[in-house]
């Protein structure tokens, strides 16, 4: 099983309430799961809701994949120390699709557009029913504190 994350890639967002959710959400899906079949999935970063759902996977034991543009490579906050990298395209963006088809399922915590972008996508490419979906997807906001 492989459970995409997107959401807020900078820090300025409640982190508490978002590793809550990823916790609940992440735990919900793998309970019944062998842990060494779950990989966690995200955009790589060192930062923002990717680096809480690689933190949490770390602490469980799941492995990290990231999968973002080759831009990831020289953003100030770092990458996180995946198990696996996959880098696509030079910009962010880039890699939406090739993150999608990957992916079983996905996580959305808060996060701007390129996140909801990729939630569109996820819905159009795997087909599925709104009753399937829920299965699939999970999405819930958290309080922002930066600046738009």
Do not use: H
Not at 8 to 34: M, P
Not at 39 to 53: D, F, R
Not at 115 to 125: H, I, T
């Amino acid at each position: 099983m492989k459970i995409g994350v997107v959401g807020f890639s900078k820090r300025w967002f409640d982190q508490e309430a978002a590793s809550s959710i990823l916790e609940r959400a992440i735990k919900s899906w793998v309970k019944e799961t062998n842990k060494d079949q779950v990989e966690i999935v995200s955009g790589l970063t060192n930062a923002g809701v990717p680096k809480l759902a690689y933190e949490l996977a770390v602490r469980m034991g799941i492995t990290t994949v990231g999968i973002s543009a080759r831009r990831a490579l020289k953003v100030r906050s770092g990458i996180f120390p995946c198990d696996k990298q996959i880098l696509v395209g030079l910009d962010f963006g880039d890699e939406s699709e090739a993150f999608i088809d990957y992916i079983d399922c996905l996580i959305r915590v808060g996060g701007g557009p390129q996140s909801r972008k990729e939630v569109e996508l996820f819905k159009e490419r795997k087909g599925l029913s709104a009753e399937e979906l829920s299965s699939y997807l999970y999405e819930e906001e958290v309080e922002w504190f930066g600046k738009d």
